[in-house]
């Protein structure tokens, strides 16, 4: 059978998809209609140096592409993982005779974070004195990958993850650029866009696959969702342990713990372990959590974590993971408090301003005869051999006063330490009244 491509050359599919007017591309109306940033630029032909920033497979190298076409500029695209200084030195050469001819240059940079520090700041001057208009393009956070000074000369755009409809509007595409239907059911189709999970490139690449299959693949009708995934696979989760990526699903986690959404929270924890995150670094901000905004709400949750965490170490994943699934849920449901690390968190500060303050000299030990003489212990009251088990004393340095650290919430366990506190606070103003 012959094959889509016999005659187009063997071009690959997503080559022949390629947008070929502004117009064409899907799921960027926010920059590219007529009264959005990049749709201005192209109205008035004054372009600016800019960053895309974006997922994969969402359009950045066609739309830089076709912004150098519509306005007439020279188009240098490089890519940051194999280009080098000697390349850029070129390439800068080249832009300036270009200029001093009177035509300008973009200059699309792939994968700009991978240039370092120092290449980062080699753009600079090319940039300011208009040699080049830098298009640089990147799937991570420019606040973090990129210099501040060259933040500072270019425009940051944010290009977004493409939705189904924009996914609906590539495969019409697909369907009349081959001159025939996707051979695929509906529920099919539906899971190919899923497993597209927004990249356009990759959705263009399944449907070659789908287009090229020979008749005998075909011989009982359209592919259903089983047969389609013995043919094309689902694209890998976007996911970087070490960028942005990761902090934002983790991110997710704890602000769905914090709500009370078992649900959700589960959902961003199997995306993370989906995507191959260490579970024991799971199992650490979930131990974190416990006393951080569990607290002493419920002084079980930390038990449950260290519990958790042990049982993993033992049993490993797949076994495990249901240990983590259940800490999850417990945290998710449990009662919230903050009581506990806020009051770390103004003891600590206090401790850092009060310097070297000595404890009251009642509360000192007094191993000696010399500081028994100079008063270390004197006064010393033995709570427990007390009436009500409690002194009342004090135990701030004098020089500071009684200072209020924790605060419990009226939720949970903390229900019952918030009684206890107002009881302790009652007989100490009763003893110190007498």
């Given at each position: 059978?012959?094959?889509?491509?016999?005659?187009?050359?063997?071009?690959?599919?997503?080559?022949?998809?390629?947008?070929?007017?502004?117009?064409?591309?899907?799921?960027?109306?926010?920059?590219?209609?007529?009264?959005?940033?990049?749709?201005?630029?192209?109205?008035?032909?004054?372009?600016?140096?800019?960053?895309?920033?974006?997922?994969?497979?969402?359009?950045?190298?066609?739309?830089?592409?076709?912004?150098?076409?519509?306005?007439?500029?020279?188009?240098?695209?490089?890519?940051?993982?194999?280009?080098?200084?000697?390349?850029?030195?070129?390439?800068?050469?080249?832009?300036?005779?270009?200029?001093?001819?009177?035509?300008?240059?973009?200059?699309?940079?792939?994968?700009?974070?991978?240039?370092?520090?120092?290449?980062?700041?080699?753009?600079?001057?090319?940039?300011?004195?208009?040699?080049?208009?830098?298009?640089?393009?990147?799937?991570?956070?420019?606040?973090?990958?990129?210099?501040?000074?060259?933040?500072?000369?270019?425009?940051?755009?944010?290009?977004?993850?493409?939705?189904?409809?924009?996914?609906?509007?590539?495969?019409?595409?697909?369907?009349?650029?081959?001159g025939r239907t996707l051979p695929v059911l509906p529920d099919a189709?539906?899971?190919?866009?899923?497993?597209a999970d927004g990249d356009g490139r990759y959705l263009s690449n399944?449907?070659?696959?789908?287009?090229?299959?020979?008749?005998?693949?075909?011989?009982?009708?359209?592919?259903?969702?089983?047969?389609?995934?013995?043919?094309?696979?689902?694209?890998?989760?976007?996911?970087?342990?070490?960028?942005?990526?990761?902090?934002?699903?983790?991110?997710?986690?704890?602000?769905?713990?914090?709500?009370?959404?078992?649900?959700?929270?589960?959902?961003?924890?199997?995306?993370?372990?989906?995507?191959?995150?260490?579970?024991?670094?799971?199992?650490?901000?979930?131990?974190?959590?416990?006393?951080?905004?569990?607290?002493?709400?419920?002084?079980?949750?930390?038990?449950?974590?260290?519990?958790?965490?042990?049982?993993?170490?033992?049993?490993?994943?797949?076994?495990?993971?249901?240990?983590?699934?259940?800490?999850?849920?417990?945290?998710?449901?449990?009662?919230?408090?903050?009581?506990?690390?806020?009051?770390?968190?103004?003891?600590?500060?206090?401790?850092?301003?009060?310097?070297?303050?000595?404890?009251?000299?009642?509360?000192?030990?007094?191993?000696?005869?010399?500081?028994?003489?100079?008063?270390?212990?004197?006064?010393?009251?033995?709570?427990?051999?007390?009436?009500?088990?409690?002194?009342?004393?004090?135990?701030?340095?004098?020089?500071?006063?009684?200072?209020?650290?924790?605060?419990?919430?009226?939720?949970?366990?903390?229900?019952?330490?918030?009684?206890?506190?107002?009881?302790?606070?009652?007989?100490?103003?009763?003893?110190?009244?007498?």
């Open positions: 059978m012959p094959t889509l491509f016999d005659h187009q050359l063997k071009r690959p599919l997503a080559d022949l998809l390629r947008p070929q007017e502004i117009t064409d591309v899907v799921g960027q109306d926010h920059l590219l209609d007529a009264d959005a940033p990049l749709g201005r630029m192209l109205i008035t032909g004054n372009v600016s140096s800019f960053i895309l920033w974006g997922p994969p497979g969402c359009g950045k190298t066609t739309i830089a592409r076709l912004l150098a076409h519509h306005t007439d500029m020279h188009f240098e695209p490089i890519s940051a993982v194999f280009s080098g200084v000697a390349d850029l030195r070129r390439i800068f050469d080249e832009a300036r005779k270009r200029r001093d001819a009177g035509r300008a240059t973009i200059l699309f940079v792939d994968e700009i974070h991978r240039f370092n520090r120092s290449q980062q700041d080699g753009f600079l001057p090319y940039v300011e004195d208009g040699t080049v208009v830098l298009v640089g393009a990147t799937t991570e956070n420019p606040s973090f990958e990129l210099n501040a000074a060259l933040l500072s000369r270019c425009k940051v755009f944010v290009l977004k993850r493409l939705t189904e409809d924009a996914l609906d509007k590539i495969i019409a595409r697909a369907e009349k650029t081959v189709r539906e899971a190919l866009k899923s497993m399944m449907l070659e696959a789908l287009f090229d299959l020979p008749d005998r693949d075909l011989a009982e009708g359209p592919l259903d969702t089983q047969k389609l995934l013995t043919v094309v696979a689902r694209r890998p989760a976007v996911y970087d342990k070490d960028r942005e990526g990761h902090y934002n699903l983790i991110s997710a986690v704890h602000k769905s713990l914090r709500g009370s959404d078992p649900d959700a929270a589960l959902y961003w924890v199997a995306r993370m372990m989906a995507a191959g995150e260490d579970p024991k670094y799971i199992l650490r901000r979930l131990t974190r959590f416990a006393v951080e905004d569990v607290g002493l709400a419920d002084p079980n949750a930390l038990v449950q974590a260290v519990s958790a965490w042990d049982a993993y170490e033992r049993l490993g994943s797949p076994e495990g993971d249901l240990a983590i699934a259940q800490l999850t849920v417990f945290l998710a449901t449990a009662p919230k408090s903050i009581g506990v690390y806020r009051a770390w968190n103004n003891a600590l500060k206090t401790a850092k301003e009060t310097g070297s303050l000595m404890p009251p000299m009642n509360i000192l030990n007094a191993p000696t005869k010399l500081m028994k003489e100079l008063g270390y212990s004197e006064g010393y009251q033995y709570d427990p051999d007390t009436k009500d088990g409690f002194s009342g004393a004090n135990y701030f340095p004098p020089e500071m006063g009684r200072r209020t650290f924790y605060t419990p919430v009226e939720r949970g366990f903390e229900r019952e330490i918030l009684k206890r506190l107002a009881y302790w606070d009652k007989l100490r103003k009763e003893k110190n009244a007498c």
